[in-house]
């Protein structure tokens, strides 16, 4: 590594709201005041902001792990502490991050926290400790804030949410006079208007959020008439007995604005005409993608574990309702026959729920339409979901066999991977790849352990020097400085397989290699379906369809490229 580089760094900065003396920007000096008093040049920088710390799904955090994982040139990353890094449910999740971080040669340097003292036991433990505290602490604030937004719902104010289509939020005093009037754009920037709604006073940004001050309770009015005029003619069409799809194609074919500006689609009318908010009723806890805890209908606030956030719908046993909190947007009798129908209508199939993993259909998760929206699969067909959503004004391919996807899929497959003669060609890839690893290391050099001892022999030489007085602290820190950082590189070095060790296991990663394609070859034709589904998902990366082409194109995932994905095979 060149001299230059050793003091590159990048910074990880996250907050989960605006507000708060730890935003991103304030972390951001902090950042820099760090790297400016201790030498570090930040070269790239990670933000999050709004986002919260209990996932790892944050864009700029995976930015900054597929960085580091294809060789990043920065050796640092700057975060404020620990907690901004990550807040997980358990504590093993973000020790796991770090630890993958550490074998890729980059190190974490907070700003406040405790610091590291080189001793691996003591620093997972401190890390355990420290992780462990920061999901703690979101675990029990989800629970307080839950609790609150109950109580305020109880009370008749809005807890939380998006205002639905068609509202204003109108912010009121304690004393019962109403303060300020907020309108949303579809780009989810506001408008911030008197009152009344007559007069505009300015506009925020989507980044900046509206909250209710101490003594605020929050309801909704009608908002600009001429979406409270669409609401109107949604419920009556759907009353009448158009359908959801219907009626999103409808009003795309006329140009009229969707609430987020891409379009209507079927799920978004069907939210519509079952939401009580259009009659005038407060109704919380319909529905949750809460992680952590979740409010019973009795009051009590029970612990859950949803790590990936999917959304659950609740029994109307849980709802807080208030009826006639603010004028409703519809009559009560047309809300009613709207939700009648609603309730009435056919379940979707379970092919079209949830993202396609428990489905029979073999592409589904991996088909795409050339407009950029998945297929799904039903009733022995794949069918665009764009198309279902927004209609034929936004997508015109129509639906396709299912047979004409599956047969495909399985015999290219069957071509390419399991047939006699491709599962040689795929032994000799993986055979022709373990070799290159091996042949381009360096033969002449030292094995990591080796080197290993010799480091340890001279920190231990220059640590007596200091003891005896041979060498004042200030001269040897240099040097003690340089030699650690080559121990925690030979370390890392060490654990990684070594040339001698992948040249003596090419035999038995090949022999499982082997017996992997055979197992998966032999079961493939009466496997059960999730079982044939992990086969596919094995070899195919995507699919993508050209309906007016008449055109599958398939993405088959490459071979095993890299010593440690070779290694991998052994586990298979």
Known sequence: MNTGDEKLACWYARASTDDQAGSVPAQRESLQTLADREGFEVIERFEDDGVSGTTGRRSAFQRMLEQARKGARWRYILVWDRKRFFRPEDAREAVGVVYELERLGKTIVPVHGAARTGEVVVDAIMDLLEFGQAGKESIDKSRDVLRGQRASACKGTIPNGRIPYGYDALYIESSGQPRRRVRYLPDRSKEIRTPDGQRLLEVWPPSRKVRKAGDESLVMVPGDPAKVAVVCRVFAEYAAGDSGRTIAHRLNTEGVPSPLGVGWRRNMILRMVSNPAYKGTLAWN??????????????????????????QALPETEWVLWEGRWPGLVDSETWEAAFKRFKAAKPAPNELKGRGHGSVYLASGLLRCACGSPYVGSEGYYRCSGRNDKGVSFCTAGRIKREVVDDYLERRIRELFFAPSAQAVVISEIAAQIDVVVANEHDGEPAASEQLADIKAQLDRLVEKVAAGVLEDDEARPHLDRLRKKKQELEQLAQRPQPQTLAKMRDKILTACQEKLRVQADLWPGAAPIQRKK??????????????????????????????????????
């Open 286 to 311: 319909r529905q949750t993608w809460a992680r952590f805890h979740r409010a019973r209908g009795d009051g009590q606030i029970e612990r859950i574990s949803n790590p990936q956030k999917h959304w």
């Open 535 to 572: 086969i596919v998902r094995g070899f195919v990366e995507g699919l993508r369809v050209d309906h007016a082409a008449k055109v599958i194109e398939a993405t088959f995932l490459p071979l095993a490229v890299t010593p440690d994905s070779v290694v991998q095979a052994t586990t298979c």
